[in-house]
């Protein structure tokens, strides 16, 4: 990702080139400006003549440098933040679903708007550091020409401030990255302040915790980082304009001391150093901005290693993201779709506030199981809260990766270039899912059918479809997820995919969808995998599979007392 970075930078050359160029060119033009004022002053009535055009010349320049170069930073920079953004949207669209999952989505948030903003503020400084930067060797190359014993004099003071610059760059980097960590926990209490809003207005003491110690105290932290981190680098900073003072003053005192000095070269000396002290101050003031980037490029590149993903294609648009010789899966065609073999742990889980530190306790495991799904039938995976149960799904969706065993479709493993194609095997509502407003380009010519689901699933009086889009989504919990079965209608893939789906339905539509909506399916030749904690209607089922602390411990082909018979279990 940053190497894709430092080739759009490259890309980008002639514009910062010509930025820069005319950054240097307005600031010349403006010095010229004060020699040509200050000359006409002296000089009187006798530079008038050439002081007109010479004027409106070097106004139009300075003028005209300025805004060519703001205009170039201001492109360069919005393009940075704008490939950044692409790439880390692209990065997470890509990634693994187990390290989304791990990495908590507030941590997301913030890298995608506050560290991609902290480096579009450094972009948009770049032209004039290069300014900056080669007025300060310019500066030098003429204390070579006056005295390469002057220059020797100017270099050990500038390495010394640059030596103390770059001990107070390590501290204030440091801080901060403190304060960048804190910033990840303020976004997980924004979270909780919004989400949480009914809960917080009813609990008089979370109210006052939320308030006084989660959000006022991780911000009054970040507060104490900031100035912290600041404090480095203006107290370095001052120690630099110290140094020149101290230089400046020994000059003038050596100059007193000896008198064959020669007068010119010292006074010469002195207005040179007086003068980089603006340019090296403006990169000294840079400099915590400079940090800040650099700590929020730190965080970006890490998260891009993290998310690097197995399945880098899954953005190209087809025929390029089914290469030639990738493995490709018949909707219409496959038997059997099984898990053979199959573990996965999840990792130990993690102290948010101090991500990467493992707690003592492992991360649940599953597994080792196998499992046939056969085209058609209706599979009822059942079991306990946190038995496993949509570990399970999400390991026969391909959206896990094993740790060990095999996704087979009709006994062929399906292979990674493949796995994407696999996945358009099937729809699914997952428990946490999410519900899009949008009806994909190709499911717009498909309204009607919508329309003819929506009457299904009772919604028609709340929900139609305009322009391609459901026109509310605002509706009840149950609602929402009959919407979200609208969806998963919509696409028409072989096998659908439902976790606790009736959960939030009411005891009419509980057993529609038991006794009519899935049986329905069948008859069109849906495969249908489901997770219910009904066990009334399990005899809708051609099998049960019970799960047990992550291993199948009964499969059950319900007969008509097969609900009856899970009761008594249960009980
Ligand atoms: N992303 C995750 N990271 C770490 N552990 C997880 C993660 N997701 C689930 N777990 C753990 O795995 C176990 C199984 O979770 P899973 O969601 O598969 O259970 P479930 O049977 O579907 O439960 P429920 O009936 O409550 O939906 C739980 O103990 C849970 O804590």
Redesign the pocket.
């Known amino acids: 990702m940053l190497s894709h970075l430092f080739r759009l930078l490259r890309r980008l050359w002639p514009i910062s080139a010509l930025a820069t160029l005319m950054g240097a060119a307005s600031g010349i033009a403006t010095a010229a400006l004060l020699a040509l004022t200050n000359r006409t002053l002296h000089d009187g009535d006798a530079a008038l003549p050439t002081f007109v055009a010479s004027f409106a010349g070097l106004c139009a320049l300075a003028l005209a440098g300025e805004v060519i170069s703001d205009i170039g930073n201001n492109v360069v920079g919005q393009r940075v933040i704008a490939a950044l953004r692409k790439d880390l949207c692209a990065k997470i669209i890509a990634a693994p679903i ?1 390290e989304i ?2 990495f908590r989505s507030h941590r997301l948030i913030a890298a995608l708007n506050q560290d991609i903003d902290t480096i579009s503020t450094f972009s948009f400084m770049f032209s004039s550091l290069a300014i900056a930067t080669a007025t300060i060797a310019g500066c030098l190359g003429y204390l070579f020409v006056l005295s390469p014993m002057l220059l020797l004099i100017a270099l050990v003071a500038i390495a010394l401030g640059s030596i103390v610059q770059s001990l107070a760059r390590r501290v204030g980097i440091r801080r901060f990255g403190a304060a960048r960590e804190a910033e990840d926990r303020l976004q997980k209490h924004y979270r909780a302040m919004v989400d949480g809003a009914k809960e917080l207005r009813i609990n008089r003491e979370r109210r006052a915790f939320v308030y006084g110690h989660e959000l006022s105290g991780t911000i009054d932290a970040i507060f104490r980082l900031r100035v912290r981190a600041a404090n480095v680098f203006v107290s370095a900073n001052a120690f630099g304009s110290l140094l020149f003072f101290v230089v400046v003053g020994l000059m003038l005192v050596l100059q007193g001391g000896a008198a064959h000095a020669d007068r010119s070269v010292l006074t010469g000396f002195v207005l040179v150093l007086l003068y980089m002290k603006g340019p090296i101050q403006e990169i000294v003031g840079a400099l915590p901005s400079i940090g800040r980037a650099q700590v929020a490029l730190r965080r970006i590149a890490a998260l891009s290693a993290r998310f690097s993903s197995s399945e880098p294609a899954l953005l190209d648009a087809p025929p390029r993201a089914t290469p030639r010789h990738a493995q490709a899966f018949d909707a219409h065609a496959f038997h059997t779709i099984t898990l053979r073999d199959i573990t996965y742990r ?2 130990a ?1 993690q102290d948010d506030s101090h991500a990467g530190a493992p707690a003592d306790m492992a ?2 495991a ?1 597994g080792p199981l196998s499992l046939t799904v056969t085209r058609g039938e209706t599979l009822f995976i059942v ?12 390991l026969l969706l391909g959206l896990y990766v094993p740790d060990s065993g095999a996704l087979l479709v009709d006994d062929a493993p399906v292979r990674a270039d493949g796995l994407d194609a696999y996945r358009q095997l099937f729809s699914a509502v997952f ?1 946490d899912y999410h519900l899009f407003d949008t009806l994909l380009p190709g499911e717009h010519t498909r309204e009607n059918e919508a329309q003819r689901y929506l009457e299904r699933l009772a919604l028609a009086h709340k929900v139609s479809v305009r322009d391609g889009m459901f026109s509310t989504t605002d509706l009840s919990t149950g609602q929402r997820k009959r919407l979200a079965l609208v969806h998963a209608y919509l696409e028409g893939r072989p096998v659908m995919v439902l ?2 789906w009736a959960a939030d339905q009411d005891p009419t539509f509980r057993r529609i969808f038991y006794t009519e909506i899935l049986p329905d399916l069948k008859r069109q030749g849906k495969t249908l995998i489901v ?1 219910s ?1 009904d066990d009334r209607y399990f005899d809708a089922a051609d099998r049960v599979i019970r ?1 047990e602390d ?1 291993r199948i411990v009964e499969a059950v082909q319900p007969g008509r007392d097969t609900a009856m018979a899970f009761a008594a279990r249960r009980s």
């Open positions: 187990s999952e791990q999840f990792p889980p991360g649940f599953l079991g306990e809260n946190g038995c496993g149960k949509t570990t399970l799904l999400k428990s976790d606790e997770i904690h799960l992550g």
